[in-house]
């Protein structure tokens, strides 16, 4: 995050492009408004090089810039005053790469042979397909995107359709707009042969697209989006984005959770792609991808990291968001089960926590699968339910439409606990290794201590000793439990995501 990123202050995207699918390009601009947090007479944005620049618009002229690979920088014919907003306007075309997990942008075809054209870019960035300022930091307050597409295909984008209007060259214009903060890599394009139909939960409107020969199947599957919504705003707080609207849009990927504009691709099936996502049985009761994708418009999209370090701060609070639909809808048993089942796919291999200042994620299953071990383990830390879903509520509220760090995160639990939870963070979520629990026995009695990397570690754990909940709180000494026979203690790993390992007198 260099000098001429961070002496701009992002304000507003205006997208407008066309789709040529024959010719499989995009053309047209983005006027981008900023405003000036230091005095300085150039800004850096991004286009991946195999993308064609025009021009740079500044004030009625045409103003310099130079390529540097993916990022192209700026140069006003003026020093542009601290505290001053501007417009600059980008206009380009090309072909974008098909590229990545999910494609990047991808020219494609329905199974009938129509055009079928999706971006979906978190792990490449959206300079694959359109000018912006490519990072994670610095969020525009909102954004209009403008989409022309041939007649006969509609587009379906993030934000509010707000009019559809016939060009009258053959194409039609989608006029989007997005009233919210929005991560570059969550806005999206997604053009087909669609049909619609939609409903409601409460006052929020819930838009689905689909290809035709779907339809019924929708209609059943996608019945699940209202109790998801209840669940969610239940425990998280309100829908964060609810000028926007919640959408639904098939694709011929597995998903992604463009804000207010979700993309699904899982078969109109339970379970994730079919699968048992957690081989526990419980996956296979519901839509994998509508509720984990739909579970980051509140972590991810409406609380989203400032670093791709802190990746976590999405994916693990969103994984955790499985579980507590999981609770929602049968019950706690169940939803601890449901946890339980991603800890053989936790591999200990990297930290949580990745390197900042290098657009790197840490681990990249264990944010997943480790983090939501993590946060059941908190849950169970605390040992006070009403707390805890009150505390999710005001995480949401504090930090709603904010881009944050690791220290953020933790400051926060670390005054919702009133106690310091710092170690435990940093041992789970900066190390690869889990604490580990030693237990000496001693004919009846036994002793107990944490062996981590952190100094001064403390946490509590809860074992069954005699048929007998017993909470210890162990710190890095040895302590002592007397009458637990061997026999008869029972460590809670289903509650702690802890190692424990016997070790000899």
Not at 6 to 11: F, H, R
Not at 63 to 91: M, W
Not at 213 to 239: D, I, T, W
Not at 240 to 254: A, H, N, R
Request: charged share 25%; proline share 5%; net charge neutral.
């Amino acid at each position: 995050y260099g000098r001429f990123r961070a002496n701009n202050d992002l304000l507003y995207y205006d997208l407008q492009i066309r789709i040529d699918p024959v010719a499989e390009q995009i053309s047209g601009s983005n006027a981008i408004r900023f405003r000036m947090l230091a005095a300085d007479n150039r800004i850096q944005l991004d286009l991946y090089e195999n993308l064609t620049i025009e021009k740079v618009e500044y004030a009625n002229q045409e103003v310099s810039y130079i390529r540097d690979g993916n990022a192209f920088f700026v140069t006003f014919p003026r020093l542009l005053p601290k505290g001053s907003e501007q417009v600059i306007k980008v206009h380009y075309r090309g072909k974008p790469k098909a590229t990545s997990r999910f494609g990047g942008f991808v020219f494609g075809k329905d199974p009938a042979g129509n055009p079928w054209i999706y971006s979906s870019c978190e792990d490449v960035g959206a300079q694959v397909w359109w000018p912006n300022k490519e990072q994670w930091k610095d969020e525009p307050e909102g954004m209009r995107l403008r989409v022309a597409v041939p007649n006969g295909l509609t587009n379906v984008s993030n934000g509010r359709l707000m009019a559809t209007k016939d060009l009258g060259d053959g194409y039609t214009e989608f006029d989007y707009v997005v009233h919210y903060p929005i991560n570059n890599y969550n806005v999206s394009v997604n053009v087909g042969k669609y049909v619609h139909f939609g409903e409601k939960h409460d006052d929020l409107t819930l838009d689905y697209y689909v290809l035709e020969p779907n339809l019924e199947k929708a209609r059943v599957q996608f019945s699940q989006v209202k109790p998801m919504m209840g669940c969610f705003e239940k425990h998280f707080g309100p829908y964060p984005f609810p000028k926007d609207g919640f959408k639904l849009i098939e694709v011929p990927y597995s998903g992604m959770e463009h804000q207010s504009a979700v993309t699904y691709g899982n078969r109109f099936a339970n379970g994730y792609l079919e699968r048992d996502w957690t081989g526990v049985g419980i996956s296979p009761r519901f839509d994998f991808i509508i509720i984990h994708e739909s579970g980051h418009e509140w972590f991810g999209n409406s609380v989203s990291a400032a670093d791709r370090a802190d990746m976590w701060i999405h994916e693990a609070l969103d994984t955790y968001a499985e579980a507590v639909y999981v609770e929602c809808m049968w019950n706690y048993e169940d939803a601890i089960r449901y946890v339980n089942g991603y800890a053989p796919k936790v591999v200990h291999k990297e930290p949580i926590i990745g390197p900042y200042g290098v657009s790197k994620p840490g681990a990249g299953g264990d944010m997943y699968f480790k983090g939501t071990l993590v946060f059941n383990t908190l849950r169970h830390v605390l040992r006070n339910d009403t707390r805890w879903w009150s505390l999710w509520r005001e995480y949401n509220r504090r930090f709603k439409y904010q881009n944050i760090h690791a220290e953020q995160v933790i400051a926060f639990f670390n005054e919702q606990f009133k106690q310091n939870l710092t170690p435990i963070f940093d041992q789970y979520l900066r190390y690869p290794q889990i604490p580990t629990l030693e237990l000496k026995y001693h004919g009846r009695n036994i002793q107990y201590r944490w062996v981590t990397e952190v100094k001064d570690f403390r946490m509590p754990v809860e074992l069954i000793v005699n048929g007998k909940v017993r909470r210890l709180i162990a710190t890095n000494h040895w302590k002592t439990l007397t009458n637990a026979p061997k026999n008869a203690v029972q460590v809670r790993t289903d509650l702690f995501y802890v190692n424990v390992r016997e070790v000899a007198n």
